[in-house]
């Protein structure tokens, strides 16, 4: 593709803001925009914004909103630069402190702080992570069925309505947040048993095929998610089962139908698209062209 091709779709990250945004040329034609608005609102976080940086052993690894702010500063956390701790044993009794105070409600499951360089240097109530905007990461995977007589086919879940986030949406057949000792690829397995009772010795065959990330504005807080995305080659006859009362129910569909989904709705939890977008492109499902706009779009470094 020339240059001059490649640039209908520019990028601009501000230093002052650092939000993805994407200016739409002319030339993107109105199907390809539909699937951009769900990676763009996906980018939609500005930083710094308002927010101050959260420091961990005066690294940062986080951003504070004023909502928070001054239950920050009545603990002593603030200084000249932000907010901080002095080492990461203090973040997992930070987070206790922050639900005891009502600031969110407490999932009683820890989640691992990694700095800029993927050291693990404290823990987390996975409910804190938006609230301080520390990053977080998980797990999804496409289970595809190959050897269908429609064609490829994908199982997607209907998410529980007992669900604290996005109760009711369409879902990946697995995903989850990687819980603090874990690796993406134990929580694949992990995730794959309890969601939708896939045993180990096939889970076990799941590909890692992407790492997805963005950074969020959403009611919780400051969503700044890195991905791992699989492929897992099912059997026709494999029959998901609904272990830990998380979905609702499944379904085994087209991909093309997934596809025109994603296009035409925002039924998908809204990570979920980013994900199907990824596997559409290595689908070939996009024109050359198409693909690689997205794809920049997927890839794109937020902070």
């Not at 925002?266 to 070939?284: Q, Y």
Request: proline residues 7%; negative net charge; hydrophobic residues 40%.
């Amino acid at each position: 593709m020339p240059d001059y091709e490649k640039e209908r779709l520019r990028f601009a990250i501000s230093p002052a803001h650092a939000k993805l945004s994407i200016v739409f040329d002319k030339s993107i034609s109105p199907s390809l925009s539909r699937f951009l608005r769900h990676i763009e609102a996906c980018n939609s976080a500005r930083l710094p914004g308002n927010r101050l940086p959260f420091f961990c052993a005066q690294k940062q690894i986080g951003w504070i909103s004023p909502e928070i702010a001054d239950l920050l500063e009545d603990l002593g956390l603030k200084d000249k630069t932000g907010f901080g701790v002095a080492s990461g044993q203090e973040l997992f009794p930070l987070s206790q402190t922050l639900a005891q105070q009502g600031v969110y409600a407490s999932h009683n499951e820890p989640f691992d702080v990694r700095n800029d360089l993927g050291v693990v240097v404290g823990q987390v109530d996975r409910g804190a992570i938006p609230v301080l905007g520390v990053a977080a990461e998980g797990v999804h995977l496409n289970g595809l069925v190959e050897d269908h007589p429609s064609g490829p086919m994908l199982w997607i879940a209907r998410r529980s309505m007992t669900k604290r986030l996005d109760p009711g949406k369409l879902d990946h057949l697995v995903a989850g947040g990687m819980s603090a000792g874990f690796d993406p690829h134990t929580t694949v397995i992990k995730e794959a048993k309890e969601e939708a009772g896939i045993p180990e010795s096939l889970a076990g065959h799941a590909q890692p095929v992407s790492r997805l990330q963005y950074a969020m504005e959403r009611p919780e807080g400051l969503r700044r998610d890195v991905l791992h995305c699989y492929d897992l080659i099912l059997p026709r006859d494999f029959t998901p089962i609904a272990e830990d009362g998380e979905v609702e129910s499944f379904h085994l569909l087209p991909l093309t139908s997934v596809f025109a989904h994603v296009r035409d709705t925002d039924d998908f939890k809204f990570n979920v698209n980013l994900v199907l977008i990824d596997l559409f492109i290595r689908r070939g499902l996009f024109t050359p062209d198409e693909a690689l706009i997205l794809q920049n779009a997927l890839t794109r470094k937020t902070l």
